[in-house]
């Protein structure tokens, strides 16, 4: 559960924050995947390629440390 404050009758910033936090818990992401009904093989093919993009980005992150 996402929750903000408003303090001093400022709703503009307290809109920025939770955008922010609804961003960070990739609650838009899923809004937008859940508008259109996704077929199995289509999920499946999806979360592959994320499992791949993960992957290659911590294997780059390591390969930076390690000076390659």
Known sequence: MVTVSV???N???AL?????KMQREGI???MKMR???E???E??????AESVRR???LDRKRRERQGF
């Open 28 to 30: 838009f992401r899923e």
């Open 16 to 20: 920025r924050v939770l955008k922010k």
């Open 35 to 37: 508008r259109d009904f």
């Open 55 to 57: 992957w290659r980005k």
């Open 43 to 48: 999920k499946k093919k999806r979360e592959k």
């Open 11 to 13: 709703v503009e910033q």
């Open 39 to 41: 077929k199995p093989s």
């Open 7 to 9: 303090r001093d009758n």
